[in-house]
């Protein structure tokens, strides 16, 4: 079975609330595009610590997550950030994974965005 691959855009939603409310311009929103990987295996969305810089995002929490490969780490959760995949977002958190690590599309932003094309 082959990796699924997604092009995103992740935006700070802070900066995207005060955008809106007027205390910073448009142009000020910070935001990152970039290519993941789509993993129904992992739950969050993980980024790494190169994107929480660009993305201005703060520390909220430190989670234990486990790795793919069966390891254990306590890790740094960020947000609030907004996932933008075509025409659906998601709003939550993401871990924080070190270095340059590839970023990975999880399960709970995935069902987010879906929900939001069903209709009744």
Do not use: C, Y
């Amino acid at each position: 079975m082959g990796h699924v691959f997604a092009d995103i855009e992740l935006v700070n939603s802070v900066d995207l609330a005060n955008s809106k409310s007027g205390i910073i311009g448009n142009e000020e929103v910070r935001n990152h595009k970039l290519n993941v990987m789509v993993d129904t295996g992992a739950l969050m969305m993980t980024i790494n610590e190169n994107i929480q810089e660009i993305l201005g995002l703060p520390t909220v929490d430190h989670r234990i997550a486990q790795m793919a490969d069966g390891t254990r780490k306590r890790l740094p959760v960020v947000g609030p950030i907004e996932i933008r995949f075509q025409d659906r977002f998601s709003v939550g958190n993401a871990f924080v994974l070190p270095g340059n690590s590839k970023a990975i599309l999880g399960w709970i932003p995935l069902q987010e965005m879906l929900a939001k094309q069903i209709k009744l």
